[in-house]
């Protein structure tokens, strides 16, 4: 498990129009540049939490990352033990996922994440690139957790 405790806030404007734009949007069944819904259970109430992620495919793989670090969502995937759901539209997909915890193997994926989404996170990442040495991208990645999910 990542014990580093790296965590980026939202600010008020994501919490309360940003997020609940992009989640009606995906509700709808529109995914702009990949965006989703991701819902897992609560830890402590057991509710269903929903909130907008970039869902990322890397060599046929799923990944999902958080930018922000250790977010309510990483603990939330956590207690769950990895089950969750993605949702685009009416269509909800049940998945597993498994936290990379290997900081050489997130390297890679953390690479393709922001040459994807840096011009959407890049205020998150504190000045990582899709440029940044494999060495600049090996210490950061302590603070990025990082999903690989499956269907089920």
């Known amino acids: 498990m990542n014990t580093t405790a790296r965590y980026v806030a939202p600010g008020a404007i994501t919490r309360r129009v940003g997020n609940p734009l992009v989640k009606a949007i995906v509700a709808l069944g529109i995914t702009p540049w990949g965006a989703s819904t991701l819902e897992v259970q609560g830890r402590s109430t057991g509710q269903w939490r929903a909130l907008p992620v970039n869902v990322l495919t890397v060599d046929g793989r799923r990944h999902l990352v958080a930018p ?37 193997t997130k390297v890679p994926v953390l690479r393709a994440y922001l040459d994807r989404f840096g011009w959407e996170v890049g205020r998150f990442v504190e000045g990582l690139t899709a440029t940044s040495t494999d060495a600049e991208l090996l210490a950061a990645a302590p603070g990025f957790p990082v999903f690989r999910i499956t269907d089920h």
């Open 68 to 104: 922000r670090g250790e977010t309510q969502w990483v603990r939330n995937l956590r207690a769950a033990g990895g089950a969750g759901r993605i949702r685009a539209g009416r269509r909800r997909t049940p998945f597993q996922a498994v936290e990379i915890t290997d900081s050489a």
